[in-house]
């Protein structure tokens, strides 16, 4: 793919993730976490297949965070003709009619005769009316200085105050609108599996920290590859539902709220949810 999406290296976005080009935002999240999953360097022993594996993580990433956060322009410029290069331009004697192999080629065009040099006018001897020139003074250098040096840090402040406002902003993340009961306080981990059921899906590695009270926790999937903030939002009878927020270059780690509920001293089951549907489940353990 040309310009901006270079990073693909001419492949297919939706032809990466293994999804048409009608996906919804949903489906091609799980798509990339399958495929991430699959062919991650942590998953092979020799070297060849783990270098292998990372360029094929990267490509997927890749085309992750294009179809998420610039399908438009992608779609337009996937859809839009090739340029033309020079090179490919017709070649006017190629179109020569058949049957005259030995035509020559037209006589060269007799060159331009070369421009008129124009002398320049002769010196004016005298004073330069605009002699001497303006000189500023110390003081009005001074102040022009120092205008120039207050206008540098108010600029390089205003950029340090928005990166730490978008940091902090992660960090701390939405406001919980639910208190997390004592029985759900701790860290859980678990294997969670895509649904619908799929031949030879071993599920992917989820842990869960929740804190007692009316406080954020941690979400990490893919022992650590995606990590954000776990909101919690509601409680209701044994289940705690919670939402996930992660960073923006982790978007495609964003599978849905986890539903968590008890199952007995150690055990809780989760389920994940996305636009209404249950997406995938698994069983964790109080670590």
């Known amino acids: 793919m040309r310009g901006k999406f270079a990073e693909l290296d001419g492949h297919d976005a939706y032809e990466l993730l ?28 020799d070297a060849r297949a783990k270098a292998e594996g990372a360029e094929r993580t990267r490509l997927i990433n890749a085309a992750r965070d294009v179809l998420l956060n610039h399908r438009a322009s992608y779609d337009v410029r996937n859809e839009a003709p090739e340029e033309v290069s020079e090179e490919e331009a017709d070649d006017p004697w190629a179109t020569a009619a058949a049957g005259r192999p030995g035509s020559a080629p037209p006589p ?7 421009p008129h040099r124009r002398m320049p006018p002769p010196p004016v001897y005298g004073m330069d009316p605009t002699w001497p020139p303006t000189v500023r003074s110390p003081r009005q250098a001074s102040i022009v200085g120092r205008i120039g040096i207050v206008l540098a840090i108010v600029w390089v402040c205003t950029a340090v105050v928005i990166g730490a406002s978008k940091v902090v902003s992660f960090v701390s993340g939405p406001s919980p609108k639910a208190a997390v009961p004592a029985r759900f306080a701790g860290t859980w981990t678990g294997t969670v599996k895509d649904l619908p059921r799929r031949k030879g899906d071993d599920g992917w590695y989820a842990e869960l920290t929740l804190h007692r009270g ?9 022992h650590g590859r995606c990590a954000g903030i776990a909101v919690p939002l ?26 968590i509920t008890a199952r007995g001293e150690g055990k809780a089951a989760i389920t994940l949810h996305s636009s209404g549907e249950k997406t995938a489940s698994g069983l964790l353990d109080r670590a």
Do not use: M, W
């Not at 060269?108 to 070369?114: K, L, V």
């Not at 009316?214 to 893919?222: A, C, I, P, S, T």
């Open 214 to 222: 009316k406080q954020n926790g941690e979400v990490r999937y893919l």
């Open 234 to 259: 509601s409680v209701s009878g044994e289940t705690l539902v919670i939402d996930t927020v992660f960073p923006d270059e982790q978007s495609g780690c964003d599978v849905g709220d986890i539903h």
């Open 18 to 45: 293994g999804i048409t080009s009608g996906a919804s935002p949903e489906e091609i999240k799980r798509a990339h976490i399958t495929l991430v999953r699959k062919h991650h360097p942590d998953q092979f022993q």
């Open 108 to 114: 060269p065009r007799r060159p331009p005769p070369p």
